[in-house]
């Protein structure tokens, strides 16, 4: 398999109503909203139908009539050459950046630097922007908790949405299944050096989607992710 370029792309004209069917609605009303308190199978249903869903819903349309979320994704291809547990990447031809990753210690041994075959690597960048961010300061300043509250649980999920969103691009250009591929992130069992943002970074040029990276490796707008991407179908996560 070979990349359609080697490179970087920005798609900045990713709309919410483009990553709305991604989210994960399961995750966002249980875990995100909290509202999964021991309910059996058939009550859980009909909460969700007579009052999550309708909420889900009313906020998506405040989010959209405000302009509250904007996904944007920077992604890139780029040559990479396997070195035992680690991926040395290069950039133009010219500087090389190496990102080292453990070894799984029982059968059967995974590491990440596995899962790129093909001499190249796949990263990428995404974010919603700092507007939803703005908007749920300024709802708890005014005591607004719950509105608040779940616009941020609903932010959350739109910022995995939109990295789902960037996969699914990705893949399409390199002629895959949509549900193929598996994203690893940094500060993550699988990929545990958070210091390795700050190549990914580099590499990605986030700025141009309105990213920037702390002194502590950590990406703000606050609802950002970043990523490199394996679509060797054997890959998938893993504890070391």
């Known amino acids: 398999m070979k990349p359609p370029f080697l490179g970087t792309k920005v798609l900045d004209t990713v709309g919410l109503a483009d990553i709305v069917a991604l989210i994960n609605r399961d995750v966002l009303f249980a875990s995100r909203w909290q509202f999964r308190k021991g309910q059996t199978a058939a009550e859980w ?9 309708p909420l889900f819903e009313k906020l998506v349309t405040v989010c959209e009539s405000q302009n509250l ?32 990753f453990p070894r799984q210690r029982q059968s059967p041994n995974l590491c990440v630097s596995d899962f790129f075959p093909d001499g190249f690597i796949t990263m990428q960048i995404a974010t919603i922007g700092k507007k939803v961010i703005e908007e749920g300061v300024r709802l708890f300043k005014e005591k607004r908790y719950s509105e608040a509250f779940f616009l941020k649980g609903l932010a959350a999920e739109c910022a995995e949405a939109a ?10 250009g390199l ?26 970074y580099a590499l990605l040029e986030g700025s141009r989607i309105g990213v920037k ?19 060797d179908p054997k890959a998938r996560q893993f504890k070391p």
Request: include cysteine; aromatic fraction near 12%.
């Open 69 to 100: 979320i904007s996904p944007k994704i920077v992604y890139g291809h780029f040559e990479c050459k396997k070195q035992e547990n680690a991926i040395l990447v290069s950039k133009n031809g010219k500087k090389i950046y190496r990102f080292e």
């Open 163 to 172: 990295a789902e969103y960037g996969q699914r691009v990705i893949g399409k």
């Open 45 to 53: 249903e009909e909460l969700k139908k007579t009052t999550l869903v």
């Open 213 to 231: 990276l702390t002194e502590t490796f950590y990406l703000v707008p606050e609802y950002s992710t970043s990523a490199i991407v394996s679509f």
């Open 175 to 200: 002629g895959l299944p949509e549900d193929l591929g598996c994203r690893f992130s940094f500060g993550y069992p699988a990929a545990p050096s958070l210091m390795d943002q700050e190549k990914l």
